[in-house]
C-alpha cells in the first residue's frame, strides 16, 4: 500500500502559514487534501479562513481543528486519534496538510509518524518552515547577536538562551524547506542578509525559497519526497540538545492570548490604523480575527504581526452566522496581565461601537 504523503507547516507566529496554505489550495492540481489546523487562542481564526476558501478538493469536512492545546504536546491524547480517524474513511485524502500553531516544536509532533498506527499509513513529505523576512530582518523573532554578546560579556545574568530564539531555531533545524515569505518588504540586500543569518543555523544543507504574500507554486511545497520521520531524530531541538536524557519539557506558559468581541467596523481603515497605536502601545505579537463592517455582505479578515497590519474580504457572511467583530490577542505573558488584557478590549472596543457593548456587560 503506498504511504499517504503529509506536509507540516511550520513557523513562527504571523510567518504567514495559514496564506501559504490558502494559496496552496486554491492551486492544489485536483489533489485531495486533509487540512489538520492547530491554533493558539480561543478562537479558530486560521481554520476558519482556510475553511472559507470554498475549494471543491478540500471542504469543510476535510479540515480538522485541533483545539486542546499545542499540538507537539498532545501528540498522544490529540494528534494520533485524529490521525487515526482521518485515516479511516472511506475516502481516503491524497495529501495531508499540518499547520502547527506559532508556538509549536515541529520535532515532536514529525516523531509522531513513527507510531505503528501512523508509520503504517502515511509518510512525512516534507517539514516547511515559513520565516517573516521582515520580521527578522527587524530583530523582532530573532536576536541581535552581537547585541547580545555584548550584554552576556557586561553581565553574566544574561548569559541564557531567549526562550523565542529557542523556538525559532527548533523550527528551522525541523525543515526540509524554508520559505522566506513577505520578502517583497525589504531590498535584495537585506533579503541576502536575512537567508543568510538563516542558512547558518540550518542543521544541513536546506532548500531555502523566497515568498511574496504566500504564494508559492504547489509543485515546490509538495512533493519533497523526504521520508522526515526518518529523519528527525537527527534534527535535535534546543531542549535535546542542551538536556538530553532530562525528558521533554515545552512550557508555552511565556505567552498569553485573549479574545476580544467587539461592535461594527465602520471605517476599516482608522480602524486598522487604531489597532497599530494599540499593538505599538502594548507589544502585542500577534492579533488576527474578523470585523463585521456594515453594509458589507462580506466579513474582513484582520491579520496584524506587529504594526503590520492586513485586512481583506474573504467570503459572505453565511445565512444564520453571527456577524460580530471578534480578534485573538496574543503577547507575552508578562506584558499581559488582567489589567492590561481589560485596558486592550476597552480600547479595541472604543474603535468600534463595541462601547456599547461593554457597557452592557
Same mark, same amino acid.
Given at each position: 500500500?503506498? !504511504?499517504? @504523503? ?10 504567514? !502559514? ?12 485536483g ?9 493558539f ?9 482556510? =475553511? ?21 504536546? =498532545? ?18 485524502p ?38 517573516? =523576512?521582515?520580521? &527578522?530582518?527587524?530583530? /523582532? ?60 543555523q ?10 511574496? +504574500?504566500? &504564494? ?10 523526504? +521520508? ?6 537527527? /534534527?535535535?531541538?534546543h ?13 508555552h ?14 471605517? @476599516? ?24 463592517v456594515?453594509? !458589507? ?14 485586512t481583506?474580504?474573504? /467570503? ?7 456577524? *460580530?467583530? /471578534? ?10 496581565? *488582567?489589567?492590561t ?5 476597552a ?10 457593548? *461593554?457597557?452592557?456587560?
Amino acid at each position: 500500500m503506498q !504511504k499517504i @504523503p503529509a506536509t507540516v507547516v511550520t513557523g513562527f507566529l504571523g510567518a504567514g !502559514k495559514t496564506t501559504l496554505i490558502r494559496n496552496m489550495l486554491q492551486n492544489a492540481g485536483g489533489r485531495k487534501i486533509a487540512l489538520i489546523i492547530n491554533e493558539f487562542g480561543d478562537l479558530g481564526v486560521d481554520g476558519d479562513i482556510l =475553511t472559507g476558501c470554498g475549494i471543491e478538493t478540500c471542504t469543510e469536512d476535510d479540515v480538522v481543528e485541533l483545539t486542546n492545546g499545542c499540538i507537539c504536546c =498532545t501528540v498522544a491524547d490529540d494528534f494520533i486519534p485524529t490521525m487515526t480517524k482521518l485515516l479511516a474513511r472511506d475516502r481516503l485524502p491524497d495529501h495531508i496538510v499540518i499547520e502547527t500553531s506559532g508556538l509549536a516544536l515541529p520535532q515532536p509532533l514529525v516523531a509522531a509518524f513513527n507510531w505503528p498506527e501512523v508509520k503504517t499509513r502515511v509518510t512525512v513529505d516534507g517539514v516547511v518552515t515559513v520565516i517573516d =523576512t521582515a520580521a &527578522v530582518a527587524a530583530g /523582532r523573532f530573532a536576536d541581535d547577536e552581537a547585541k547580545v554578546a555584548a550584554a552576556r560579556a557586561a553581565d553574566e545574568s544574561l548569559d541564557h538562551d531567549n526562550p523565542l530564539e529557542e523556538l525559532f531555531e527548533d523550527q528551522i533545524r525541523a525543515a526540509d524547506l524554508i520559505v522566506l515569505n513577505k520578502a517583497d518588504l525589504v531590498d535584495a540586500a537585506t533579503l541576502e542578509r536575512v537567508r543568510g543569518e538563516i542558512d547558518s543555523q540550518c542543521a544541513e544543507a536546506v532548500k531555502i525559497v523566497t515568498a511574496e +504574500g504566500g &504564494v508559492l507554486p504547489t509543485d515546490v511545497l509538495l512533493g519533497l519526497s523526504a +521520508g522526515t520521520e526518518d529523519l528527525i531524530a537527527d /534534527r535535535k531541538s534546543h531542549h535535546e540538545l542542551h538536556h538530553e536524557g532530562e525528558g521533554h519539557d515545552h512550557d508555552h506558559d511565556e505567552f498569553e492570548s485573549f479574545v476580544v468581541e467587539a461592535g461594527q467596523v465602520a471605517d @476599516p481603515k482608522a480602524f486598522a490604523e487604531g489597532l497599530s497605536a494599540v499593538i505599538a502601545g502594548h507589544d502585542i505579537l500577534r492579533l488576527k480575527g474578523f470585523a463585521d463592517v456594515p453594509g !458589507k455582505p462580506m466579513r474582513l479578515v484582520v491579520q496584524a504581526v506587529g504594526q503590520r497590519i492586513e485586512t481583506y474580504f474573504d /467570503r459572505p457572511w453565511k445565512q444564520g452566522e453571527s456577524r *460580530a467583530t /471578534r480578534l485573538v490577542v496574543i503577547g507575552l505573558h508578562d506584558g499581559l496581565d *488582567a489589567a492590561t488584557c481589560g485596558t486592550i478590549r476597552a480600547t479595541i472596543r472604543a474603535l468600534t461601537d463595541g462601547a456599547a457593548q *461593554a457597557a452592557a456587560e
